[in-house]
């Protein structure tokens, strides 16, 4: 009920000035409204950075050919990893759910009158969209026969079939490449653009051996390197030493002797970019938070000239009966009142810039779309915050208003 009476009160003498009121809510506005913003678009670049790896597959492993030793020289980048290496990660790694090797080519792919140039234009091997995690939409996938025949099948995405079938079905249709013909069995599901813009529907994807033999011509059993799936995120380490260890005995390296291989993890990477975007997040959020306590120290000063303008006010207050104590939680009601008030309307506006920001870095930009993330726990803290910044910076107006000698507080003029 006191507390009601004072906040009443608070409100009422708030009211006598409106437009200085809001001036000095201004400040606070500002700053929570920065804080909340610049968190909600840090959320948003780490989701995005997230579902892109995500894209990349279910927790993937890449293994890339690193440099050889030959007569005490260290040589440049050799392809050191080959197919067999990827079967034996199957069969002997217990973390490792499914492998492929890649070879990497390229060249143009025409269909009638049509042709395209692909982006990306991998040989792989039957376990490919186990490990990226990308279902067919269309037909089906290569078999393992079909690499052990080096078949002239492939399989496509959406991009693909846009540029060269428009609205007929690929499924069964010639295409040729390098003036091979291959026949379409299957069509990627869609998956948009990745981070950087580039466009990942824009595959063929073909066995291999087919690629080695058939637009190569090469009899090597080399590969460009090696993508896995480990069983779950749990394994990840578990999985990468296995393959360590392994590949280290079936290319022959001692203990001391440097891989001739290279593995990497989708979770490294996404744990290298979390602390990258969050180290980012709070970075702005602190810069952000500068003008909250600016918006505080302005609370401070208009408290501080209310106090002076009031002393008559407080003297009569006093001599009427109010404590020391009254004097001092109206004051205090007050500057809490203002701060909260520019802590709600901040974090309206926040949540507002942040999601017309997201809207306009999408409209702007052929990449992945950001996700519109608004951060609740964020603008909670914000709040909160909000209201600490009345108590911290009304303290010292409130406690002067407190101790004025009332005798000397009626005399004022």
């Not at 507390?3 to 009121?21: D, M, P, Q």
């Not at 998956?191 to 058939?214: C, E, F, S, W």
Request: glycine content about 10%; aromatic content about 6%; charged content about 15%.
């Amino acid at each position: 009920m006191y507390l009601t009476r004072t906040i009443r009160i608070a409100v009422r003498a708030l009211s006598r000035n409106k437009l200085r009121g809001g001036l000095t809510v201004l400040g606070v506005v500002i700053g929570i409204a920065a804080v909340t913003t610049m968190v909600s678009i840090g959320q948003s670049a780490g989701a995005l950075v997230q579902s892109q790896l995500e894209g990349l597959g279910t927790n993937v492993l890449v293994v890339f050919p690193g440099s050889a030793r030959s007569g005490g020289a260290r040589q440049a980048l050799v392809t050191t990893l080959t197919a067999e290496d990827a079967e034996a990660m199957m069969e002997e790694c217990p973390a490792i759910l499914a492998a492929s090797p890649l070879v990497v080519t390229a060249g143009q792919v025409i269909y009638g009158n049509n042709n395209w140039s692909p982006r990306d234009m991998f040989g792989v091997g039957s376990e490919y969209l186990t490990v990226r995690n990308w279902p067919i939409r269309h037909g089906g996938f290569f078999t393992e026969r079909d690499i052990a025949s080096a078949a002239k099948v492939c399989v496509i995405g959406q991009t693909i079939v846009a540029k060269l079938f428009q609205t007929s079905n690929p499924i069964g249709e010639t295409i040729r490449i390098k003036n091979t013909p291959f026949r379409v069995i299957g069509v990627l599901e869609k998956k948009g653009a990745n981070l950087v813009g580039d466009d990942q529907d824009n595959i063929v994807l073909l066995p291999y051996t087919t690629v080695q033999k058939r637009l190569q011509g090469s009899t090597f059993r080399n590969v460009n390197a090696i993508i896995a799936s480990a069983r779950s995120m749990k394994q990840m380490d578990e999985a990468a030493e296995q393959v360590r260890q392994l590949l280290a005995e079936r290319h022959r390296i001692g203990p001391d002797e440097p891989l001739d291989f290279e593995v990497s993890t989708t979770a490294e990477i996404s744990a290298i970019l979390g602390i990258v975007t969050g180290t980012i997040t709070l970075l702005l959020a602190a810069i952000a938070g500068i003008s909250l306590i600016v918006g505080g120290v302005g609370i401070m000063n208009i408290m501080l000239v209310s106090v002076t303008e009031r002393t008559r006010e407080i003297g009569i207050r006093m001599a009427a009966g109010a404590r020391a104590r009254d004097i001092l939680r109206q004051f205090l009601m007050e500057s809490v009142l203002l701060s909260t008030a520019g802590g709600v309307i901040g974090v309206a506006f926040g949540i507002g810039a942040s999601v017309g920001i997201t809207m306009l870095i999408n409209s702007i930009t052929s990449g992945a779309q950001w996700p519109i993330a608004v951060s609740l726990p964020a603008a909670l803290i914000a709040l909160v915050f909000a209201a600490a910044v009345g108590v911290f910076f009304g303290y010292y107006p409130a406690r002067r208003a407190s101790r004025l000698d009332p005798i000397e507080a009626l005399r004022y003029e």
